[in-house]
């Protein structure tokens, strides 16, 4: 490698610009820090009464001032919390078509239409080709809106500068770890490590983590940053946000400490309860990676008491970087103010690496049309040679033409193009024909496509209406010859309604179809998050008759419908049960997408009249607002000396007096009255959100369940997102009206266990 010239690395942040110029000596084979400079914004950007565009360009004004770009090549980093970042694991496949499969993929993974986003990919990992196939590699899928991308880059364009790369943030850190941390070089062995590290990049409004052994990359957005531990102590110490700000970067000098970091407090808990999700998930879905330590970088992470409470935490070795061992060049490393703010230095450094060339990063979010722009200004003058030599060329052959003209005649030629023209005109009739064929073709290929579109979804359909029932109470073995009524396990559903959402969180969010005392019926990790994309929400209309007189929490009403019914819903999985109550499989239930189901509905149970006919128990007509004999049809065994008449003393649900009784049955004119029980009728309406999962997509445990493991002590029940949901309240939901679902289009049926 040449020496190259010289790069800058430019970052924008909260807090103002930050940047380094590298070069590289490829002599002595190292990277040298040849000036820097860093440029606070005059307030945060996050402030309440800051603009952020005028104090962006205020600070590229101030940077070009004192720096001359010259012909050096400049790179800029995005925010990675507006950026998209997946990596996909490729099955085996041929070079040449991996391009192909990542565009499909890229239609799959990005939530918005291709030409709204600028994107880019790279294979990652320790992937090789074999044969012409590529094997065991990891694709890294890069995407951000074209707009969020042309906002950043105006500062720099209305300047005309030209850029050469644009790169999100956690990338540039990967950058910097590759090369300085991890100490790999292009030319050198870049075997992936067998531990990995979690980099902790501490903003003014979020934390970028990123997990990596040098080969993988893992990166996820914490929504937690200083501005928070800032609002903390405006909120609790009654300051404004300026003096908050100073307060908490000189808390070990405040005349009261221990108030500073009380006030504090609560905003550790949430941070460290974050990271440890974070890490939890990379593990459950990592099993054979072994972290071993933690580096911090930004400012953010200069908070005293920060890097001592993360390590108690989180039973890992927490460091800041405090230098950069790849980096020489002592007029930049040993400046002050470099030293100062050498932690936010890790993304200008990772930038300024990969326009260098010297990591194996390649991919880049500038907009192609300035891309495609820049090359033709660079390539003019090579066009315009070529242009001027094709000139003289063609001068010269037009002339040596020029000089057989005389030579050729019509007479000589004429048959000869005649064929020519005769052949030409059948082979456009031949081509005119093969493109009606191979319209007709089109035409019926997508006929037959949408004949199958839904295939492959049906199933899912099946999956979820088989969990519904598999959670329904039943009466298996000697439940089976239960006669009294109110004793019969069985529940039985009048509709079921799905609903299609292109965004979940709008029902979830809506006080009209679900209040807030139906969500206190969630387990306590759905009451937390909130479903979101798009999907279904199931309303299941039923009705039971279940009574208890001595168990009111869970043996009648609402209560029974928690215990026996909400709860399977809400459950990973649920075992099915044959006749004699022996398990015989399981349904998973949380593993096919179900999720926040509640009670969403329940009225206080109404009496309805039974009669006997014959050996059966069948319902009035028009009791409950139900057609006879709908809810145990076609009847139910006569009790035997369960219910020796209406009215009686010691009854168990005695006939409440002043109501009419009718006079017969249908079907049985002049029947009698005698006999008739009243039986308390519990109505309720349940709901769940339900995201198709394809069995690919499911994951095997509920997320979550291995966060915690014997280094890192698994939180109180108070901060566990997957803590078992508390037993449901005895009182009534009817007690605090909700929004009656019912109100949707329902399909009306009877599904009954």
């Known amino acids: 490698m040449a020496d190259m010239q010289a790069v800058w690395g430019i970052e924008i942040g909260n807090a103002g610009l930050k940047a380094i110029r590298l070069r590289y000596a490829e002599s002595a084979g190292q990277v040298i820090a040849a000036a820097f400079d860093y440029v606070p914004h005059a307030k945060l950007l996050s402030q309440p009464d800051a603009s952020p565009d005028e104090l962006i360009a205020e600070a590229v004004n101030t940077f070009l001032s004192r720096n001359q770009l010259g012909g050096d090549t400049v790179v800029i980093g995005l925010p990675g919390q507006t950026a998209l970042a997946k990596f996909i694991q490729m099955p085996p496949v041929e070079g040449s078509k991996v391009a192909e499969i990542v565009k499909y993929e890229a239609r799959q993974q990005i939530p918005f239409a291709l030409e709204e986003v600028i994107w880019d990919w790279q294979v990652m990992g320790s992937g090789i080709e074999e044969g012409g196939y590529l094997l065991d590699a990891e694709v890294g899928l890069f995407a951000m809106k074209r707009d969020q991308v042309q906002h950043h880059l105006q500062p720099f364009l209305d300047r005309k500068v030209e850029l050469e790369l644009v790169q999100i943030a956690p990338l540039a850190q990967f950058n910097y770890l590759w090369y300085d941390h991890y100490g790999y070089r292009l030319e050198g062995d870049t075997t992936a490590k067998e531990e990995y590290v979690v980099l902790l990049d501490m903003g003014a409004d979020n934390t970028s983590l990123l997990v990596t052994n040098g080969q993988k990359i893992w990166i996820r957005n914490v929504p937690l940053g200083g501005n928070h531990f800032t609002r903390a102590l405006t909120k609790e110490m009654k300051l404004t946000f300026a003096k908050a700000e100073h307060l908490k970067c000189n808390a070990t000098r405040s005349p009261d400490p221990r108030a500073v970091f009380q006030a504090l407090r609560p905003i550790f808990n949430d941070?460290?309860?974050?990271?440890?999700?974070?890490?939890?998930?990379?593990?459950?879905?990592?099993?054979?990676?072994?972290?071993?330590?933690?580096?911090?970088?930004?400012?953010?992470?200069?908070?005293?008491?920060?890097?001592k409470f993360l390590q108690q935490n989180l039973q890992y070795e927490v460091e800041r970087v405090d230098q950069f061992?790849?980096?020489?060049?002592?007029?930049?490393?040993?400046?002050?103010?470099?030293?100062?703010?050498?932690m936010t230095f890790t993304v200008p450094y990772g930038l300024a690496l990969q326009g260098l060339g010297v990591v194996n990063m390649k991919t880049s979010l500038l907009p192609p049309e300035i891309a495609l722009e820049r090359t033709i200004r660079?390539?003019?003058p090579w066009a315009v040679a070529a242009a001027a030599s094709l000139l003289v060329g063609l001068s010269l052959s037009a002339a040596g033409y020029a000089s057989v003209l005389d030579s050729v005649s019509t007479a000589r030629f004429g048959e000869v193009e005649t064929a020519a023209g005769n052949l030409e005109t059948k082979a456009n009739g031949l081509k005119s024909k093969y493109s009606g064929e191979e319209g007709r073709n089109k035409t019926?290929?997508?006929?037959?496509?949408?004949?199958?579109?839904?295939?492959?979804?049906?199933?899912?359909?099946?999956?979820?209406?088989k969990a519904i029932n598999d959670c329904l109470p039943r009466d298996v073995g000697r439940e089976l010859d239960q006669s009294e009524i109110t004793l019969m396990n069985r529940i039985s559903l009048k509709s079921i309604t799905a609903e299609k959402l292109s965004d979940l969180s709008t029902w979830y969010g809506d006080a009209r179809k679900i209040s807030e005392n139906a969500k206190t019926y969630m387990t306590k990790?759905?009451?937390?998050?909130?479903?979101?994309?798009?999907?279904y929400v199931f309303t299941l209309q039923g009705v039971h008759y279940h009574h208890e007189d001595k168990n009111v929490n869970t043996g009648q009403g609402s209560g029974y419908v928690i215990e026996h019914f909400l709860k399977k819903l809400q459950d990973w999985k649920v075992d099915v049960l044959d006749a004699n109550g022996n398990k015989v499989g399981e349904t998973p239930v949380g593993q096919i997408g179900i999720s926040h189901a509640t009670l969403t509905k329940s009225l206080p149970p109404n009496y309805v009249t039974f009669y006997p006919q014959g050996n059966r128990m069948v319902q009035a007509p028009g009791a409950g607002g139900m057609r006879p004999g709908a809810a145990f049809s076609p009847g139910l065994p006569m009790p035997t000396g369960a219910f020796?008449?209406?009215?009686?003393?010691?009854?168990?649900?005695p006939m409440p007096t002043g109501l009419p009784m009718p006079t017969g049955l249908p079907g049985q004119p002049g029947g009698s009255s005698a006999g008739a029980v009243q039986i308390p009728q519990s109505n309720f309406i349940v709901q769940f959100a339900w995201k198709p999962t394809p069995p690919k997509d499911r994951l095997q445990q509920p997320p979550g369940q291995e966060a915690a493991t014997e280094e890192t002590p698994a939180p109180d029940a108070a901060a566990d997102p997957g803590a078992t949901p508390a037993a449901a309240p005895a009182t009534d939901p009817a007690a605090n009206p909700v929004a009656d679902p019912a109100a949707a289009p329902a399909a009306t049926g009877d599904v009954s266990q």
């Not at 060049?329 to 100062?340: I, S």
């Not at 990790?525 to 999907?535: L, N």
């Not at 020796?644 to 649900?653: D, E, K, M, Q, V």
């Open 325 to 342: 061992p790849g980096l020489v060049g002592d007029n930049v490393l040993t400046a002050p103010l470099f030293q100062d703010n050498l």
């Open 644 to 653: 020796p008449g209406a009215g009686r003393p010691g009854a168990a649900f």
């Open 444 to 465: 019926a290929r997508e006929q037959g496509g949408k004949l199958v579109t839904s295939l492959d979804s049906r199933e899912l359909w099946l999956e979820v209406y």
């Open 525 to 535: 990790e759905d009451q937390a998050t909130a479903p979101s994309g798009a999907g």
């Open 271 to 307: 941070y460290v309860s974050e990271i440890q999700r974070s890490i939890g998930y990379f593990a459950s879905v990592n099993r054979q990676a072994k972290i071993s330590k933690l580096i911090g970088v930004g400012n953010g992470f200069k908070l005293a008491g920060l890097q």
């Open 378 to 380: 660079r390539k003019k």
